[in-house]
């Protein structure tokens, strides 16, 4: 595991985009794994930059996202189907035949998953996965559990993550309750990992998942085993493993 500590949002930002753009120089035809929530919207815009600029080429990337709420179009403004549209994939020139989002409106859990597991088997397989992190260690939408899930399973989201996501909603009863994700052998397929985390809210989670057991209590934990993960972190995401000596 390599870290690297960016002064604030923005130096992360433009850090994580350096390490995904050499994916995309040294790879053209990369399979990417993409996330969303307000972590990667700055890497992403860098990214946009420098497609403007002629610096990169996204016509023959191809790019899986984590997840999807269930029960939400991507025309809805909250899916994130959405959100990659609008923060990224509009943008630059990729091709949005390529660019693979679980589907929300697949009513029968068990197919929507096997079908996204068929997806991310037919393209080959993930080149880099970028994560996010959960303020309780979750990657994706797997939360802290008994057992690690392994492929693309419908989650009941847990309490925290549905009041953390209510501000994007007009009223609780419209957050969605269920999402499809990933699982944790999806993730650790990756070739690479990108793991991406700012602020203090951060940090218990990041030292618990770099420095304490693996366990699926910590779903990112998990990524000790990866060969080969990335971390880049602003200094306060890092705070608690750098008090601790570990940095």
Known sequence: MI?????DYQDVSRKAANIMSAQIIMKPNAVL???TGSTPVGMYKQLIEWYKKGDLDFSQITSVNLDEYKGLSGDNDQSYRYFMNTNLFDHVNIDKARTHVPNGLEEDSDKACADYNEVIRSVGGIDMQLLGIGGNGHIGFNEP???FEKETHCVDLTESTIKANARFFASMDEVPKQAYTMGIK???SAKKILLVATGE???DALYKSFYGPVTP???ASILQLHPDVTVVADEAALSLIREKGLL
């Open 3 to 7: 870290i690297y500590e960016g002064k």
């Open 33 to 35: 794994g993409l996330a």
């Open 145 to 147: 559990a008994d057992a």
């Open 186 to 188: 999806n993730i650790m």
């Open 201 to 203: 809210a951060k940090a």
């Open 217 to 219: 209590n910590v779903p």
